[in-house]
């Protein structure tokens, strides 16, 4: 890749204070984001959530971030004031969270809370604010947009509620976007459809994408560069068509446990953790 | 040394290996939450104070708080060896304050006894039964909810007659519903939760259920709920008292003194102000208690 | 001998004009010793299957035959002696406020279990925890022991028949697959009947012989693991969850 990376991160750090000592849910992890779909993946605790967070500076005390280095397109993040740091975020940077129940506001129709979002950061006027909700929903593949624009969250499944929810992050242009789980608390087949929304629209429109998730399948066949987390720090980064190449023991064994209904085995693979991997120096994932 | 920091390890070891280990390790665990919450410390030493002083009266005192003493009537605090002053009838404020501790913790207690229990037994199984159980017993709930309770309560001490036991009783007949609704509010998010699914499926009776499995979950909530009340009970108990419908004279209830100095309190401020004092002290105590408790009994702790 | 027998069975919530089928119709049997899976998406209605034969649900109709006895309104104490359920979240279905020795002595004493502190330390040993877990409480727990303890709680009494609700999906990948070893091996030694709820194809596979595929309350198809692998499925809705579902990367 020749231009700049979308975001440039190195040696960052998410503590969190408790009674017993500061514990480290992120333990000095770089990567780069350019325009393509990176894929994070771990189990829960690996700190790949608090890595996402991170980067929308959206850990709460008592969390702390340190990091050498954690620039959004050149602008270091750090440093900036709470108020541009708002600007950035949902608008250079988006974040899909994993459940649309929770991240919808149940009081305003959908039509509302899409053209708040526009024009908290966007000078338009009501009717085009409209027009542009309509449009980005018909973007998602929701068939009918002028009947969802008047509906409640709740009168809505949940699959076209994380649609909804991609729509609104989507809204202001945003040139990364931070999906966290997007698919995990939905059915199979319409998880598919919104990766295919996802995957599209990051396409045309040229975003970075850092998707996190736990299923290292799904990445695999969605993203096209991976990093494997583990206990806070990165174990292994690799291509997605590399991935069956992939050596580290944690990455294999997260492989081979899932069951598989094509090849039936009589016992699954069960992962023996070293204690050696946590200790091991975090991989630079750094392009 | 040694044996302290065996003890400690003792208790918060990982893998407790007897039932009565991890018992104590979870009371450790909160004490010690409790202990870094530096107000709720205070307000626990305020009432260790207190109860120290209750206990200790005959022996704290200077004077017989009974004692009257004409020649000696509102003296100002530290005269004549009257550490608070004299009242109206020349009685020793210090030593009636100490007396009047019992009292007031007396009530506490007796209220503390009956109220929440009331309303744990009401809330629970109107949550847990349902149907018409349920109806019935909130209606009734609902009916104590909507008297103004210090009404309730004279009405209550003006039927039975005025007194230290049918003040408690008063008080203690309103203050039940608030609990009871709380109660109730916990068991129904409690009762479809799957381990009362699952000891259900273990062939648990209702009984059981509730008194096992869903009382000590309930039990937290309230006792925070209980010592944040428990400054309106001691002030319901010295609003009684100031009407005159609590403890009666010569008895040393805290209420009963301020509304003895209310007719001074203009030229004796103390008469009134000392026995307020009190009252605010321990209110203030209990509150802080109850705030420092809600972060240690909470049932959604966490183990981070 | 059939284990299970489910016919026409119908369960649903609300009354009057709000009452809504959330089962229709379903009827399936299981063999002894068998293990049969219920697949759907969300609101399919396979964990209320689950719920209506646990007794956990009160309003349905139909006919339920469990282990011989035939099921009516209430269940009976020899029911709960032959049927335990484990549930899908490790993280609500413990106690809170009690320790793992509590839960499974509880569960030994209402079953009049004798022995009850040798019968911890085996059925402790038998999932996989050791004796040091014993006094623990659920908030001292990952998620793959507490559902350790689940399951060692359903299997306080020894029963024949095990419901399994999603049990392995609130759980990482490499969590599962110990928890479903551990179910493998246990229907293995206590020769134990399975019905077992999940979204996850390849779960219900590596654990069922049979599998009742169901859409909206009903049973799409009921075929085995085999004809799946096969591709034998008939029924369209079978073949786009089977399409979804095959995303392994070797």
């Given at each position: 890749?020749?231009?700049?990376?979308?975001?440039?991160?190195?040696?960052?750090?998410?503590?969190?204070?408790?009674?017993?000592?500061?514990?480290?849910?992120?333990?000095?992890?770089?990567?780069?984001?350019?325009?393509?779909?990176?894929?994070?993946?771990?189990?829960?605790?690996?700190?790949?959530?608090?890595?996402?967070?991170?980067?929308?500076?959206?850990?709460?005390?008592?969390?702390?971030?340190?990091?050498?280095?954690?620039?959004?397109?050149?602008?270091?993040?750090?440093?900036?004031?709470?108020?541009?740091?708002?600007?950035?975020?949902?608008?250079?940077?988006?974040?899909?969270?994993?459940?649309?129940?929770?991240?919808?506001?149940?009081?305003?129709?959908?039509?509302?809370?899409?053209?708040?979002?526009?024009?908290?950061?966007?000078?338009?006027?009501?009717?085009?604010?409209?027009?542009?909700?309509?449009?980005?929903?018909?973007?998602?593949?929701?068939?009918?947009?002028?009947?969802?624009?008047?509906?409640?969250?709740?009168?809505?499944?949940?699959?076209?509620?994380?649609?909804?929810?991609?729509?609104?992050?989507?809204?202001?242009?945003?040139?990364?976007?931070?999906?966290?789980?997007?698919?995990?608390?939905?059915?199979?087949?319409?998880?598919?459809?919104?990766?295919?929304?996802?995957?599209?629209?990051?396409?045309?429109?040229?975003?970075?994408?850092?998707?996190?998730?736990?299923?290292?399948?799904?990445?695999?066949?969605?993203?096209?560069?991976?990093?494997?987390?583990?206990?806070?720090?990165?174990?292994?980064?690799?291509?997605?068509?590399?991935?069956?190449?992939?050596?580290?023991?944690?990455?294999?064994?997260?492989?081979?446990?899932?069951?598989?209904?094509?090849?039936?085995?009589?016992?699954?693979?069960?992962?023996?953790?070293?204690?050696?991997?946590?200790?091991?120096?975090?991989?630079?994932?750094?392009? | 040394?040694?044996?302290?920091?065996?003890?400690?390890?003792?208790?918060?070891?990982?893998?407790?290996?007897?039932?009565?280990?991890?018992?104590?390790?979870?009371?450790?665990?909160?004490?010690?939450?409790?202990?870094?919450?530096?107000?709720?410390?205070?307000?626990?030493?305020?009432?260790?104070?207190?109860?120290?002083?209750?206990?200790?009266?005959?022996?704290?005192?200077?004077?017989?708080?009974?004692?009257?003493?004409?020649?000696?009537?509102?003296?100002?605090?530290?005269?004549?060896?009257?550490?608070?002053?004299?009242?109206?009838?020349?009685?020793?404020?210090?030593?009636?304050?100490?007396?009047?501790?019992?009292?007031?913790?007396?009530?506490?207690?007796?209220?503390?006894?009956?109220?929440?229990?009331?309303?744990?037994?009401?809330?629970?199984?109107?949550?847990?039964?349902?149907?018409?159980?349920?109806?019935?017993?909130?209606?009734?709930?609902?009916?104590?909810?909507?008297?103004?309770?210090?009404?309730?309560?004279?009405?209550?001490?003006?039927?039975?007659?005025?007194?230290?036991?049918?003040?408690?009783?008063?008080?203690?007949?309103?203050?039940?519903?608030?609990?009871?609704?709380?109660?109730?509010?916990?068991?129904?998010?409690?009762?479809?939760?799957?381990?009362?699914?699952?000891?259900?499926?273990?062939?648990?009776?209702?009984?059981?259920?509730?008194?096992?499995h869903i009382w000590p979950l309930c039990i937290s909530s309230l006792v925070i709920r209980v010592t944040l009340d428990m400054a309106g009970i001691i002030l319901t108990a010295a609003g009684l008292g100031f009407l005159g419908l609590g403890a009666q004279p010569p008895s040393p209830e805290w209420g009963?003194?301020?509304?003895?100095?209310?007719?001074?309190?203009?030229?004796?401020?103390?008469?009134?102000?000392?026995?307020?004092?009190?009252?605010?002290?321990?209110?203030?105590?209990?509150?802080?208690?109850?705030?420092?408790?809600?972060?240690?009994l909470d049932p959604k702790e966490d183990n981070s | 001998m059939s284990a299970v027998t489910v016919n026409d069975l119908n369960v649903w919530f609300g009354v009057g004009a709000d009452r809504s089928y959330a089962v229709q119709n379903v009827t399936f049997d299981v063999d002894d010793g068998e293990s049969?899976?219920?697949?759907?998406?969300?609101?399919?209605?396979?964990?209320?299957?689950?719920?209506?034969?646990?007794?956990?649900?009160?309003?349905?109709?139909?006919?339920?035959?469990?282990?011989?006895?035939?099921?009516?309104?209430?269940?009976?104490?020899?029911?709960?002696?032959?049927?335990?359920?484990?549930?899908?979240?490790?993280?609500?279905?413990?106690?809170?406020?009690?320790?793992?020795?509590?839960?499974?002595?509880?569960?030994?004493?209402?079953?009049?279990?004798?022995?009850?502190?040798t019968r911890i330390g085996q059925l402790l040993d038998d999932v996989g925890l050791g004796p040091g877990f014993r006094f623990r409480y659920p908030h001292q727990l990952s998620g793959g022991q507490r559902q350790r303890v689940a399951i060692a709680r359903a299997l306080a009494c020894d029963p024949s028949?095990?419901?399994?609700?999603?049990?392995?999906?609130?759980?990482?990948?490499?969590?599962?697959?110990?928890?479903?070893?551990?179910?493998?091996?246990?229907?293995?030694?206590?020769?134990?009947?399975?019905?077992?709820?999940?979204?996850?194809?390849?779960?219900?596979?590596?654990?069922?012989?049979?599998?009742?595929?169901?859409?909206?309350?009903?049973?799409?198809?009921?075929?085995?693991?085999?004809?799946?692998?096969?591709?034998?499925?008939?029924?369209?809705?079978?073949?786009?969850?089977?399409?979804?579902?095959?995303?392994?990367?070797?």
């Amino acid at each position: 890749m020749t231009d700049a990376p979308l975001l440039d991160v190195e040696n960052l750090w998410v503590k969190f204070r408790t009674r017993t000592g500061v514990f480290d849910a992120v333990r000095g992890i770089s990567f780069t984001l350019g325009k393509e779909r990176l894929g994070i993946v771990g189990e829960s605790g690996s700190g790949k959530s608090m890595t996402g967070r991170a980067v929308l500076r959206l850990i709460r005390p008592p969390g702390m971030i340190e990091a050498d280095k954690l620039d959004v397109h050149g602008e270091d993040i750090l440093s900036l004031p709470e108020k541009r740091m708002r600007q950035l975020r949902g608008g250079r940077v988006s974040m899909i969270m994993q459940d649309p129940k929770f991240s919808l506001n149940p009081v305003m129709t959908v039509g509302q809370q899409l053209v708040e979002a526009l024009r908290a950061h966007e000078k338009t006027s009501r009717s085009d604010a409209r027009q542009r909700a309509l449009e980005v929903l018909e973007e998602v593949a929701i068939r009918d947009p002028e009947r969802v624009y008047d509906l409640y969250p709740h009168e809505v499944s949940g699959g076209m509620g994380q649609r909804i929810m991609i729509a609104m992050m989507l809204l202001p242009n945003p040139e990364i976007l931070i999906a966290d789980e997007p698919t995990s608390a939905l059915d199979v087949s319409v998880q598919l459809q919104v990766l295919d929304i996802i995957d599209k629209l990051v396409r045309d429109r040229g975003m970075g994408l850092m998707f996190i998730s736990h299923d290292l399948n799904l990445v695999a066949k969605f993203c096209d560069r991976i990093i494997i987390m583990y206990a806070g720090r990165i174990v292994e980064t690799c291509k997605a068509s590399e991935l069956r190449n992939a050596r580290h023991p944690y990455t294999l064994g997260l492989l081979n446990s899932v069951p598989d209904l094509e090849h039936p085995r009589d016992h699954l693979e069960v992962l023996k953790r070293d204690p050696a991997w946590r200790e091991a120096p975090s991989v630079s994932a750094r392009q | 040394m040694s044996t302290s920091q065996g003890l400690r390890d003792w208790l918060l070891s990982e893998e407790p290996t007897s039932r009565r280990q991890a018992r104590f390790a979870s009371w450790y665990k909160g004490w010690l939450t409790l202990r870094s919450n530096r107000l709720t410390m205070f307000g626990l030493y305020v009432l260790a104070f207190l109860i120290l002083c209750a206990i200790f009266a005959p022996v704290l005192a200077s004077h017989d708080p009974f004692a009257q003493d004409l020649g000696q009537r509102l003296l100002a605090p530290g005269e004549n060896g009257h550490l608070f002053g004299t009242d109206s009838l020349g009685r020793d404020i210090y030593s009636r304050l100490l007396y009047g501790a019992r009292i007031s913790i007396y009530i506490v207690l007796l209220v503390v006894m009956v109220a929440p229990l009331v309303g744990l037994i009401v809330g629970t199984v109107s949550g847990y039964a349902g149907g018409w159980i349920d109806v019935l017993l909130m209606r009734i709930t609902d009916i104590f909810l909507a008297f103004p309770r210090l009404i309730l309560a004279l009405a209550f001490v003006a039927a039975l007659g005025a007194g230290i036991e049918n003040a408690v009783l008063a008080i203690s007949l309103t203050a039940w519903p608030p609990y009871a609704r709380i109660a109730r509010a916990e068991t129904l998010t409690i009762r479809n939760s799957d381990y009362i699914h699952a000891i259900k499926l273990q062939g648990a009776g209702a009984f059981r259920i509730v008194t096992k499995h869903i009382w000590p979950l309930c039990i937290s909530s309230l006792v925070i709920r209980v010592t944040l009340d428990m400054a309106g009970i001691i002030l319901t108990a010295a609003g009684l008292g100031f009407l005159g419908l609590g403890a009666q004279p010569p008895s040393p209830e805290w209420g009963a003194m301020i509304s003895e100095g209310r007719k001074y309190i203009l030229d004796y401020w103390w008469v009134a102000t000392i026995p307020g004092i009190a009252i605010f002290a321990i209110s203030l105590a209990f509150n802080l208690l109850g705030d420092g408790l809600r972060d240690v009994l909470d049932p959604k702790e966490d183990n981070s | 001998m059939s284990a299970v027998t489910v016919n026409d069975l119908n369960v649903w919530f609300g009354v009057g004009a709000d009452r809504s089928y959330a089962v229709q119709n379903v009827t399936f049997d299981v063999d002894d010793g068998e293990s049969f899976g219920l697949v759907g998406e969300s609101g399919s209605g396979k964990s209320t299957i689950l719920r209506a034969i646990a007794g956990l649900v009160p309003t349905w109709s139909g006919e339920m035959t469990v282990a011989g006895e035939t099921l009516g309104p209430k269940r009976s104490k020899s029911f709960y002696s032959k049927v335990q359920m484990v549930f899908q979240d490790p993280y609500a279905s413990l106690h809170p406020r009690q320790t793992v020795d509590r839960v499974l002595s509880e569960a030994m004493g209402l079953h009049g279990v004798e022995n009850i502190d040798t019968r911890i330390g085996q059925l402790l040993d038998d999932v996989g925890l050791g004796p040091g877990f014993r006094f623990r409480y659920p908030h001292q727990l990952s998620g793959g022991q507490r559902q350790r303890v689940a399951i060692a709680r359903a299997l306080a009494c020894d029963p024949s028949i095990l419901l399994l609700d999603e049990p392995t999906s609130a759980l990482d990948v490499s969590v599962q697959a110990e928890i479903l070893n551990l179910l493998v091996d246990l229907r293995r030694e206590h020769k134990l009947t399975y019905i077992m709820v999940s979204h996850d194809l390849g779960v219900v596979g590596h654990l069922c012989e049979r599998i009742g595929v169901m859409k909206d309350g009903r049973f799409e198809e009921v075929l085995s693991v085999e004809a799946m692998r096969r591709s034998e499925a008939q029924s369209p809705y079978t073949k786009h969850l089977l399409e979804s579902s095959i995303n392994s990367i070797r």
